[in-house]
């Protein structure tokens, strides 16, 4: 078992910054993949960010290609999401999640955190 807990959300005016954080305990951390998705009301959770066991490869959803950033500290067991540039539309509950690879899809994640919430003003 793999525990995931997110930090970092809040309230940013448009165009501002946040670092989100997960903080991973129980199995090993190193040996999995993790993703950032998010979800908003009525919508689909989608995958923004994920990146490989060894930060090796990263994926980004388009629509946040140049804006966000993931990185691990694996001695830390923590994932960040440094999101510049934000919108309203970035509006949404984030989740960190674990995977044995990286992918896309939220089928291919087994551990999941209970959420943040990240709200842009316009």
């Known amino acids: 078992q793999v525990q995931l807990v997110e930090s970092g959300g809040g309230l940013v005016q448009a165009g501002g910054s946040l670092r989100l954080s997960c903080a991973a305990s129980?199995?090993?951390?190193?040996?999995?993949?993790l993703g950032w998705f998010r979800q908003a009301p009525g919508k689909e959770r989608d995958c923004v960010a994920a990146?490989?066991?060894?930060?090796?490869?990263?994926y980004y959803g388009d629509s946040v290609k140049g804006r966000f950033t993931i990185s691990r500290d694996n001695a830390k067991n923590t994932v960040y999401l440094q999101m510049n540039s934000l919108k309203p539309e970035d509006t949404a509950v984030y989740y960190c999640?674990?995977?044995?690879?990286?992918?896309?899809?939220?089928?291919?994640?087994?551990?999941w955190g209970q959420g943040t919430q990240v709200t842009v003003s316009s």
């Open positions: 999640a674990a995977g044995f690879n990286i992918a896309q899809h939220k089928g291919d994640y087994h551990y």
């Open positions: 129980g199995r090993t951390f190193t040996g999995y993949a």
């Open positions: 990146i490989a066991w060894d930060g090796g490869s990263t």
